[in-house]
């Protein structure tokens, strides 16, 4: 079955950085657009970032625009989320996301906060 795990969250002060990595297993990886999403306490999840199955199209949601890079390495069946310059609305769960045979698979996610 899809398993995907998170791991690289953590406590940072503002303006710094984190790395999240998510390991994906059970589906053909490079196959896949990989997305990352998070949820904010007492907020709806939202879309942060997708790539598509090879890597060469990405998008990300206005926040983040400029401070976050998603990017994948299909041999090793990851994709990662390099967060800048975070900000304190950053803080969230973070979640990596796959949608194979038209059902959503999501990891358990990986807690970032932001916060002096």
């Known amino acids: 079955q899809v398993q995907l795990v998170e791991s690289g969250g953590g406590l940072v002060q503002p303006g710094g950085s984190l790395r999240l990595s998510c390991v994906a297993s059970g589906f053909t990886f490079s196959n896949y657009f990989m997305r990352w999403y998070r949820q904010a306490p007492g907020k709806e999840r939202e879309l942060v970032a997708y790539i598509s199955s090879g890597g060469g199209r990405t998008d990300y949601a206005d926040s983040v625009k400029g401070r976050f890079t998603i990017s994948r390495d299909n041999a090793k069946n990851t994709v990662s989320l390099q967060m800048n310059s975070l900000k304190s609305e950053d803080t969230a769960v973070y979640y990596c996301?796959?949608?194979?045979?038209?059902?959503?698979?999501w990891g358990k996610g990986t807690q970032v906060t932001v916060s002096a």
């Open positions: 996301n796959a949608l194979v045979a038209l059902i959503d698979s």
